[in-house]
Structures are given as C-alpha cells and as structure tokens.
Nanobody, 116 residues
C-alpha cells in the first residue's frame, strides 16, 4: 500500500501563485511516476503534470510555461509550482503515483480556487 498526502491548496487571486506538495509513504519502489491531476466541477479528471523518477516531465498544454513539477526522490515528495493562475485553474488537485508494478494510488485531493 502507498499513502499520498497533499498540501498547499487554497484561495488565490488571478495572476497569483501556489505551490502544491505531496508526500508518499508506504511500499514505494524507486522506479515510479508521480504527478498531479485535477478535476473541475462537471468535468473529467485530467492530467496536469507528471514526472518520472528519472526526471522526465510531461505537462498539459494549458499549463505549459506556468506550472513546474519537481520531485525529491530521497524524500518521496513531488511538488507543483503554479504561477500566473487563472480562474480556469480552479479545481481539486490530486496527487498520483504509478509504480513499476502498474499499481496506481491517489491522494485525497486539495482544493485550488482562483478568483477573478
């Protein structure tokens, strides 16, 4: 089992910044992919960004140039620095990890609200 605990969500004005963090614990193998997804009301959950244990990253087109994902393999943490936020970024953000065993785990989610 793997547990993911997110922190850092909140309310921010448009143009502002937030930093999300996620700490993973439990049966974590060194090779994995960690990432962030989000789900806005009435919409499907979508990938925001993900990063492999080797450092390769992928971003949704909508956040490229504004969001930066990073990780600390020694601490099993992943971070999402979000800049130039817009109301369209309002959603519940979920931390995710995919292990080399193909098992997937999700955090409980953290709310990000961007006011106009």
């Amino acid at each position: 089992q793997v547990q993911l605990v997110e922190s850092g969500g909140g309310l921010v004005q448009a143009g502002g910044s937030l930093r999300l963090s996620c700490a993973a614990s439990g049966s974590i193998v060194s090779t994995n992919v960690m990432g962030w997804y989000r789900q806005a009301p009435g919409k499907e959950r979508e990938l925001v960004a993900r990063i492999s244990s080797g450092g390769s990253t992928n971003y949704a087109d909508s956040v490229k140039g504004r969001f930066t994902i990073s990780r600390d393999n020694a601490k099993n943490t992943v971070h999402l620095q979000m800049n130039t936020l817009t109301p369209e970024d309002t959603a519940v953000y979920y931390c995710h990890i995919k292990l080399v065993t193909m098992m997937n785990y999700w955090g409980q989610g953290t709310q990000v609200t961007v006011s106009s």
